[in-house]
């Protein structure tokens, strides 16, 4: 008997809130990594593993902020744009000797409103999630364009040294800053979705939004906070960009909506909303980063890579409507 629940227990804690999805995919990433290295032994030199994990910080966080919203049955469709908003507002203070860490706060505080925005426009207004983030990014890209008269800026400068090796090129044991960045964010917005109020409010807003009102939660507070987050990993990366390039580019961020996207539901967040694991997203951002890594290696032109992530996008998110619609482990009705 004890033998039995053991095993219930674990077959519980596998199939809960996409648990299974993340051991598949962590299997799946084994094996890619396996298959890049036979290909090329290089894949696995300590220099590009090094790039490797700087390359997957970006999309972790940019899969954290998706995440969230999808969890509530949302989308941001405006990510990569408050990307691009971020780094052309961050470059261009510093290009107009505003103080580094005055330009991040400022710019961040930019990026935080474009997420209220976000979170009023779909929970207060009622907006679909689509539209309302589609016409954000636009307005979200064109401050980038006009913050600098639509050009893109100058170099940022040697003042602003410190702000790119805290960003970007620092280290702290041998590992890159922007690593250290993506996992402390990371940790923060995991310990809040698992072991907080809020985060429990999240999965039920996702789950069912009637009975969650029913419950008492704020749909509004709730679906806005999700947006506040998105928008604020989103202004994060573009600071990563801007430190990385060490100027302001209007066209920083592009195709990132989907990335965000890709490493959210490849890692298992139900794009129906109310299930997933933030640890998936870990997954899930570095398939992604592992496969335009790996296939670079492998000599595959840049088409090839775009294809096979919008191939694999476009099945993770096919087997997860197929398995939350009973499809798959129905048993067939006996007449």
């Not at 961040?108 to 689509?130: E, R, T, W, Y």
């Not at 050009?151 to 790119?164: E, L």
């Not at 072991?195 to 999965?203: D, N």
Request: proline residues 2%; aromatic residues 8%.
């Amino acid at each position: 008997m004890k033998k039995k629940l053991e095993v219930m227990g674990l077959k519980k804690a596998f199939t809960a809130r996409g648990v299974g999805q993340v051991v598949t995919v962590t299997f799946g990433l084994i094996v890619l990594c396996g298959v890049f290295g036979v290909i090329n032994p290089q894949f696995f030199s300590g220099k590009n593993v090094g790039n490797l994990l700087r390359q997957i910080a970006p999309i972790l966080l940019i899969g954290i902020g998706q995440a969230y919203v999808l969890i509530t049955g949302n989308i941001d469709l405006s990510l990569g744009s408050v990307v691009g908003m971020s780094c052309m507002f961050a470059a261009t203070m510093m290009t107009h000797g505003i103080n580094s860490w005055a330009s991040v706060g400022l710019t961040l505080l930019a990026c935080l409103l474009i997420g209220l925005l976000n979170g009023l426009l779909v929970s207060q207004c009622k907006l679909p999630p689509f539209i309302a983030t589609l016409g954000t990014m636009s307005i979200a890209r064109g401050l980038a364009q006009i913050v600098n008269g639509n050009y893109n800026t100058d170099s940022i400068g040697s003042n602003a040294q410190p702000f790119r090796d805290f960003f970007y090129y620092g280290k702290i044991f041998n590992i890159y800053n922007a690593i250290w960045i993506a996992l402390l964010i990371w940790i923060i917005f995991n310990f809040v979705l698992g072991k907080t109020a809020t985060g429990r409010h999240i999965y039920a807003v996702g789950s069912n939004i009637e009975a969650a009102k029913l419950s008492g939660i704020s749909v509004l507070k709730t679906t806005t906070f999700a947006y506040i987050v998105s928008a604020l990993c989103a202004g994060i990366v573009g600071l990563m960009t801007c430190a990385t390039s060490g100027m302001g580019s209007m066209d920083a961020g592009t195709s990132y909506e989907m990335y965000a996207v890709a490493a959210a539901v490849i890692g298992g967040i139900s794009t129906l909303g109310g299930q997933g694991l933030l640890v998936g997203t870990i997954v899930g951002s570095s398939i992604w980063s592992v496969l335009q890594n790996g296939l670079q290696f492998a000599g595959a032109p840049v088409a090839i890579r775009n294809i096979v992530i919008g191939l694999i996008v476009i099945v993770s998110v096919l087997l997860d409507v197929i398995v939350r619609s009973g499809k798959i482990g129905k048993k067939k009705s006996v007449n």
